[in-house]
């Protein structure tokens, strides 16, 4: 069980992001798209009724987390991705690296 007030986070893949609940009010997101095996990260946001929490810190190591679960990789196109994985290098093996052609894929992706 959930201590009250603990943020929960779930992933929503009907809307292709992972979501960070506290008191069960949507805290934040990280948004991806998925490519062949890889998890593309090019958006995270929390609210600012929740900002310096750590919020984004748990949101995106639990998102991680799943990825690692499910075999997948992360390439961090968001900057607040980027700069996590680059700071926890226990996810740096996780990581691929961001080139022109993920980009060109990730545009063509969210038009």
Known sequence: MTQPGAPVVRRADDKHRY?????GELAGFTEYRDRDRQRVFYHTEIGDA?????????????AL????????RAVPV?????KF??????????????????????DTALR
């Open 85 to 106: 994985v680059r700071k926890h290098e226990e996810f740096a093996d996780l990581a691929d690296p961001v080139g022109a052609e993920v980009l060109r894929w990730l």
């Open 50 to 62: 929740f900002a310096g929490r750590g919020l984004g810190a748990v949101l995106v190591e639990q």
């Open 78 to 82: 968001c900057p607040y991705v980027a």
């Open 19 to 23: 979501e960070i609940l506290v008191d």
């Open 65 to 72: 987390t799943d990825v690692r679960e499910a075999g997948l």
